[in-house]
C-alpha cells in the first residue's frame, strides 16, 4: 500500500478525483482507521486498475498486468518470497541483458537498489497492482506432494520414521500431546492448511482409511482429491488439529465442534472443526472462513437487474418477512449477510440468531445457538423480541415454533430475514402451511422468497467458446432430461433473441478449457442463480385458498417470475457458466414441468 501523502499527490495531478473528495475521503478513511488507498478501493470509489495505471503515469513507468502472464519459476524466484511479499515486486521476465520487475512503488529505491545487488543484472522497472503482486505470489508454493516431499527430505527422510516411532511409544504410554509437537506433524498440518488457503478452497475433508489418509479439498462446491497421506500420520495430525481447536485429545468416541484462526498480513482465516467417529479413526472436516474479505453486493452476487430492483424495494419495508431458500450449500447465509450489510444503518437495532455464526458483522447482534442448554432457534428468537429489535435474522425455520415466532414478529412490525430448505420459492409458501401457520397469516406477511443456488464460473483465463453438435445435444438432453430446445426457447424468450438466435444449432455457448489458472478445471470462483417470487396480490390470494405449489409457479411464471433455470441458461449465454453446470445444480427440477405444462412461457 502507497502512504496517503503520495496516494493523495497522484489521485490530484492525475485529476481521478476533486481535490475536495480527496480531502473528504481521506477524514473518512482517518475517522475508519484506514489508509487512503484502501478505502477508496473498498468503497469502489476508484479501481485498482486506475489508479495504478495513475501511478505508473505520475512515474513514467510503464503499467503492467501481470496477472495474465506465464512467468518461469526460476525467474519468480530470483526475489526470495519473503521479500516479494514485503515490499509487493515480483520479477516477471528475463532476457540477457535485463530483468523485467514488477512493483507497486516505483519510488521505493531502498529495495529497487537492493534488488540490482542481489541479481547483478539491470533491471527494467514497470508498476503492477497489488492484487496481481499477491496473485502471482501463489506461484512460490509448489504443489502440496512436493511440499511434503521437500518436509520429509528437511527431516532427513524421518518423516514416516519419526512418525512411525512416536506411534509406537505413544502405545507404551506417551501422550498425545508429544504426538502432536513432533515437528513433522506440526509441518504437515501447516501445510495442508496453508494450501487449503491458496487454493480458495472453502472445506478441508481428512478421512481415514484401512491403510491410508485420504485429504481432500472442496474447491467451486466441488470435492477434489488432494493427496493421500501414510496412515502412521493419522493420530499425529487428528491430535495437533485438536489441540489448534481445544478439544479434548482423549475423547474418541463422540463427534467434536471447535474452532481456531490464523492471521497474517495477507489474511485472516477461521476454521471451524468438526470432528466424527468413522469405522478406520475420526474423520476431520474444517470450514474455512475468510473474516478479511469484504461483505459482496447484491450485484456481486449475480442478481439480474430487474430482480435487483425487487430485492431492494423489499429490503426498504419497515416489516413483513424476506425467506432465502435452496439446499446447503447454495450461499444462502452469504446472501442474507449481503442483505444486512444494506440495511445495516445507525437508526435500526439488527439481532440475529444463526448456527453458527459464521461471519461477524459490526453494529449486528449476533447470538449463536446452544442446543445443549436448550438455547433453540425459538427461544432465540423469542428472547430477542424483548431486545427492541427493529431487524431479526433468524438463520433456519425449522420447526413450527420457530416459523410461528418470526410470522407474528414479521406481523407486529419487524423486518424478519430467514432461510428455509425447499427447492424453488413457490414451494415455500405450501411448505409454511404444512409446518401448521395459518393460510392467513403466511399471505399477509411474507413479502419476498428468494430461492438461489451457486453454479461455477467459467475460467476468464481459458474461456472459448462453441456451438453444440447433434450428437452433443443428444448426450446432453439424456443426461439432465430436458430437451435442448426447451433451453435455447428459455433463452430466447428471456432475452428477446433474433430469429438466428433461435436457431439451436446456431445458438453460441462458451466453456473454458482448461488452463493453470483454474487447476485445469475450466471454472474459477462461483455465481448465483436465482428465482424471485414477489408477493402480488394475486398470489397472496392463492396462498390464502391453499393453493399448491404448481398453482402458485404458474401464476407466478405469468407475472413475470425468472425462474432458476431460465437465469442459469441466461448466464450461460453471456459466458459467465455452462449449460452442464446450470443443470448440475438444478437436477431437482422436473424438465416436464418447463417442456409441458408451462409451454415454454408463450
Known sequence: MLPDKKITEIIKSSNILEEKQVEEYLKKAEEKELS?????????????????????A?????????????????????????????????????????????????????????????VKIPIKIFVTSPSSIKDIGKLYH???????????????????????????IKNKGVKLEELAKDVPVIRVVDTLLEYAIFEGASDIHIEPSEKFVIVRYRIDGILRDVMTLPKELQDGILARIKILANLKLDEHRLPQDGRFKIENKEYRISFRVSLIPVYDGEKVVMRLLDESKKVLTLEDLGLQKKVLEIVKKNLANPNGMILVTGPTGSGKTTTLYTMMDIINKPGVNIATVEDPIEYRMPRINQSQVQPKIKFTFAAGLRALLRQ??????VGEIRDKETATIAINAAMTGHLVLSTLHTNDAPSTLPRLLDMGIESFLVSTTVNMILAQRLVRKICKHCITSYTL??????????????????????????????????????????????????????????????????????????????????????????????????????????????????????????????????????
Open 36 to 56: 487512503l488507498e484502501r478505502y477508496l478501493l473498498e468503497n469502489n470509489i476508484v479501481t485498482e486498475d486506475i489508479l495504478y495505471n495513475a501511478v505508473a
Open 388 to 393: 427492541d429489535p427493529d431487524i431479526i435474522m
Open 469 to 602: 453438435k447433434d450428437k452433443e445435444i443428444k448426450l446432453l438432453e439424456q443426461a439432465h432430461d430436458i430437451s435442448f430446445e426447451t433451453i435455447t426457447k428459455m433463452i430466447a424468450k428471456t432475452e428477446n433473441a433474433s430469429k438466428k438466435e433461435n436457431d439451436p444449432k446456431g445458438m453460441l455457448f462458451f466453456k473454458g478449457k482448461g488452463c493453470n489458472k483454474c487447476g485445469n478445471q475450466g471454472y474459477k470462483g462461483r455465481i448465483g442463480i436465482y428465482e424471485v417470487l414477489n408477493m402480488s396480490d394475486e398470489i397472496k390470494e392463492l396462498v390464502a385458498t391453499q393453493a399448491d405449489a404448481e398453482a402458485i409457479k404458474a401464476k407466478a411464471i405469468e407475472q413475470g417470475m425468472l425462474s432458476i433455470l431460465e437465469d442459469g441458461f441466461l448466464k450461460a449465454k453471456a459466458g459467465l457458466t455452462t449449460i452442464e453446470e446450470v443443470l448440475r445444480v438444478t437436477k431437482e427440477y422436473n424438465a416436464i414441468t418447463y417442456d409441458q405444462k408451462f409451454n415454454f412461457r408463450n
Open 142 to 168: 509448489k504443489n502440496l506432494e512436493t511440499e511434503l516431499s521437500s518436509i520429509n527430505k528437511k527431516t532427513g527422510g524421518k518423516l514416516n520414521a519419526e512418525i512411525g516411532a512416536g506411534m509406537g
Open 58 to 118: 505520475f512515474y513514467n513507468v510503464p503499467f503492467v498486468n501481470i496477472k495474465d502472464k506465464a512467468i518461469e519459476k526460476d525467474v519468480l524466484f530470483l526475489i526470495p518470497e519473503p521479500i516479494s511479499t514485503r515490499y509487493e515486486i515480483i520479477v516477471f521476465e528475463k532476457t540477457n541483458d535485463f530483468l523485467s520487475v514488477a512493483m507497486t512503488d516505483p519510488d521505493d529505491v531502498q529495495t529497487i537498489e537492493f534488488i540490482k545487488r542481489k
